[in-house]
């Protein structure tokens, strides 16, 4: 019913920038609750940055903070995620994730149970 659907990945050197982009389609629109995950080699899932449904709701993990923004690109309806000074711990298999419905989002955001629907992810590769 809803499909998410990630590009932008790539290959960069360290200090590189990329922008992600995720988009939605089906019965859903991407004001919903969303948000981006990664897992690198050798590391758990973790979420990287989360999006509400309010025109402030924005979460960024603390390990990205300062480097990684997220936002909504209504122009073109996709959730973005511009990552600036990258760096090679950074390096991973990036995921958007949509929920429908969820409360106390603030606490939320970075738990996966809350989202209903994932895209299959753009792998990002920052070297030395």
């Known amino acids: 019913q809803v499909q998410l659907v990630e590009s932008g990945g790539g290959s960069v050197q360290a200090g590189g920038s990329l922008r992600l982009s995720c988009t939605a389609s089906g019965n859903t629109d991407i004001s919903n609750y969303m948000a981006w995950f990664r897992q690198g080699p050798g590391k758990e899932r973790e979420g990287v940055a989360g999006?509400?449904?309010?025109?402030?709701?924005?979460y960024v993990a603390d390990s990205v903070k300062g480097r990684f923004t997220i936002f909504r690109d209504k122009v073109n309806n996709t959730l973005v995620l511009e990552m600036k000074n990258l760096l090679p711990e950074d390096t991973a298999m990036y995921s958007c994730a949509l929920g429908i419905f969820t409360w106390n989002f603030s606490a939320r955001w970075a738990s996966p149970g809350i989202y209903d629907y994932w895209g299959q992810g753009t792998q990002v590769t920052v070297s030395s």
């Open positions: 999006l509400g449904n309010g025109a402030f709701d924005t």
